[in-house]
């Protein structure tokens, strides 16, 4: 157990839905981070938030938000659902907001999206 | 980020030393040299990060060359539980925030 704990584990949705994943960071962690992880485009970062604020912004789609809690659990929200959003969707934690390069990820199991 | 070249696969046989290289040519003298690896449907894992001198830690160690255009990861006594896919990863102090940027990594296979 990594400490980041992220549900639900699996999801089974159809096209054209919504869906929220949600994640509690590691105790004492402020930083947390969105990757998404399919077959054909490796593991992809998404987004970060620190203490409550986006911090950097990778390659997350205008159909997918997220958000970081005043208590630091956060939700990535995928809406208007499609085919190709299948995947494994994992949040990590970090204790600082990233600056120096020693920053170290703790990753949670992940949450498995199928969208049918 | 500046950017790694690992093997795609590598073999080893269960309970000997695995040396896993990753090059990085490019690195600047800020960037940290990371390695995280991903066991089948498990989420990646830290193993060990360094920035100039070697590195040991409970899970393996960290070569890294002279001129610092290099580095060995290095299993003492590979197990199958080892069986994973390695990233080398170089992470500078930006001000863009802590992401890692995953490349394709190296798939360790342990054969018994």
């Known amino acids: 157990d990594s400490g980041v704990t992220q549900t639900p584990k699996h999801l089974i949705t159809a096209t054209g839905q919504r869906v929220t994943l949600r994640c509690s960071p590691r105790?004492?962690?402020?930083?947390v981070y969105w990757y998404q992880q399919s077959l054909d485009q490796g593991l992809q970062f998404l987004i970060q938030?620190?203490?409550?604020?986006?911090?950097a912004k990778g390659n997350i789609l205008e159909r997918f938000s997220a958000q970081q809690f005043p208590d630091l659990h956060s939700e990535l929200n995928l809406s208007s659902l499609e085919l190709g959003d299948s995947a494994l969707y994992f949040c990590?934690?970090?204790?600082?907001?990233?600056?120096?390069?020693?920053?170290?990820?703790?990753f949670g199991a992940g949450s498995r999206l199928t969208v049918l | 980020d500046a950017k790694t070249t690992q093997p795609n696969s590598m073999e080893s046989n269960e309970e000997e030393p695995v040396h896993l290289p990753c090059n990085h040519s490019t690195i600047s003298g800020t960037d940290y040299i990371h390695w995280y690896r991903q066991l089948p449907s498990q989420g990646p894992e830290y193993v060990i990060h360094g920035l100039t001198s070697n590195v040991n830690n409970r899970m393996a160690s960290l070569a890294i060359a002279e001129d610092r255009k290099s580095s060995t990861l290095i299993l003492h006594r590979a197990t199958l539980r080892d069986a994973a896919v390695y990233y080398c990863i170089l992470r500078g102090p930006y001000n863009q925030g802590g992401k890692l940027i995953f490349g394709q990594g190296t798939e360790l296979s342990v054969k018994p």
């Open positions: 938030y620190y203490n409550g604020e986006e911090r």
């Open positions: 105790s004492g962690d402020l930083s």
């Open positions: 990590a934690s970090s204790v600082s907001s990233g600056e120096s390069g020693a920053n170290v990820l703790t």
